[in-house]
């Protein structure tokens, strides 16, 4: 059958039971900016009655940034759940649908400007920031990038540690960018039901104090700092409050402020 919106596989990689990641040919019109989403999805199954199939799609990060000629994606696979059943046995050279209109908040354009990004991810919702990580403009604006990742095993933060890491032997980017420029980045990943380096909810950590005291920064400040949030719905929720409570305001596309959230999925 020919996909309408086909894009090729190129890349497969499992991560954990959970979690894997996988590269796509980029169709060539596609223009999107570092952290937005697109609809991506597969042939759904056909209708019992008239045997038709439609489309069944989901809202997805886009991993990689503007620049890179395929486009990454860093998936859950949840048992039941009606596109990654099916969507976690793809292989290279199998086709997804993928709806080339890129939107979203997490955005440079809808921060105004600042010293200090953090970005705040939990689960998949590094996958922005692992476009943004990537993207030149995130170096150009800001002098220090935070990144902060809450799981629940230790096993789910390998694709971002190791994302992190490549960064370092990135000739492109280092090239691009300026050598070293991935010294401007301090990472901080935290496991909740798994004993790792750093255990907790980032959120906690925050409030008691530890996370600042373990990097070496100021809480978040409206002068200085600027914020994207990216996780569960209760985190986000947990986060906005306190970025409240520190007198950072949520900005938009077309009303940059302090800090913009997303959902990595819906609840
Ligand atoms: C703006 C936006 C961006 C998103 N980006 C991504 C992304 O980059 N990667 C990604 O894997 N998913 C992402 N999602 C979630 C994605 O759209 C789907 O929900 C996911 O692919 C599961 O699809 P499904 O049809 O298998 O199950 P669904 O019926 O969509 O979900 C079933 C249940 O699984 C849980 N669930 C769904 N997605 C996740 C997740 N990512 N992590 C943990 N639990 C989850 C929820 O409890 C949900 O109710 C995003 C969602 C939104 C709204
Ligand atoms: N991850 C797994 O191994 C696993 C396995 C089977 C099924 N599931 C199911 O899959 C779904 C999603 O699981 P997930 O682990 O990807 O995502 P998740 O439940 O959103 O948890 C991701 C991380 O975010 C933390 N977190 C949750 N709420 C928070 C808040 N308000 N503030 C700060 N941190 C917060 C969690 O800590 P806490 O641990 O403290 O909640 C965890 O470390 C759930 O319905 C879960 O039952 C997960």
């Not at 649908?97 to 921060?111: E, F, N, Q, S, W």
């Not at 986060?239 to 409240?244: A, G, N, P």
Request: contains cysteine; glycine residues 8%; hydrophobic residues 35%.
């Amino acid at each position: 059958m020919v996909l309408p919106d086909a894009q090729t596989v190129t890349f497969v990689k499992h991560w954990t039971d959970r979690l894997f990641s996988f590269r796509v040919t980029r169709p060539a019109s596609l223009r999107f900016r570092s952290g937005e989403f697109v609809m991506i999805g597969l042939m759904g199954d056909p209708d019992p009655k008239t045997g038709k199939q439609k489309p069944l799609l989901r809202a997805y990060s886009i991993a990689s940034p503007s620049w890179d000629e395929e486009l990454e994606f860093y998936s859950i696979k949840v048992q039941d759940g009606p596109l990654t059943s099916k969507l976690q046995h793809i292989k290279v050279g199998d086709e997804v649908i993928l709806r080339p209109k890129p939107v979203g908040t997490l955005v440079h354009d809808a921060l105004l400007p600042g010293k200090r990004i953090w970005f705040f991810a939990t689960g998949t919702g590094f996958a922005p920031f692992a476009s943004l990580l990537r993207e030149p403009q995130t170096y150009e604006d800001y002098d220090e990038i935070i990144i902060t990742h809450t799981c629940r095993e230790a096993g789910e933060l390998t694709y971002g540690a190791e994302l992190i890491e490549s960064l370092k032997t990135d000739e492109l980017l280092n090239e691009v960018i300026g050598e070293g420029f991935w010294k401007k980045i301090k990472y901080y990943p935290t496991t909740t039901r798994e004993e790792s380096p750093k255990m907790g909810r980032i959120t906690d950590l925050m409030r008691s104090g530890e996370a600042f005291a373990d990097l070496g920064v100021a809480p978040l400040n409206p002068e200085t700092d600027r914020a994207m949030i990216c996780g569960n719905l209760a985190f986000n929720l947990e986060l906005k409050q306190m970025f409240e409570d520190y007198g950072l305001e949520e900005g938009a596309n077309s009303d940059p402020k302090h800090y913009v959230v997303e959902k990595a999925f819906l609840d």
